[in-house]
């Protein structure tokens, strides 16, 4: 996980201990975290049956040092097997994988 100051999580100190890529995933999401406002629109986190927990999931086990690509290819079959099974009437009780 990442500090919520941006001075903490880019000073020299604390990417000496980050996973390797770690660092540069962080940066990647920076243009993100400078306009909030990006995420306001319409789209997939707006949708009410969207749970981006697999997403988090999949970006906190890449930054411990998992691989990115396999854990976003996970989170994508998740996702999209939970959202198939809530808008096909399923409780999220349900269509949560366990």
Not at 68 to 79: G, H, S
């Amino acid at each position: 996980m990442f500090p919520a100051r941006r001075s903490v999580a880019q000073s020299s100190t604390f990417s000496a201990g980050l996973a390797s890529g770690a660092a540069e995933l962080y940066e990647a999401y920076l243009p993100a975290l400078n306009e909030p406002m990006i995420l306001v629109q319409e789209g997939l986190f707006n949708d009410p049956f969207f749970d981006p927990f697999w997403l988090y999931h999949a970006v906190d086990r890449a930054v411990q040092g998992g691989d990115l690509v396999t854990e976003l290819e996970r989170a994508q079959m998740l996702t999209s097997e939970y959202l198939l099974c809530r808008r096909g009437g399923g409780e999220h009780a349900e269509c949560v994988v366990k």
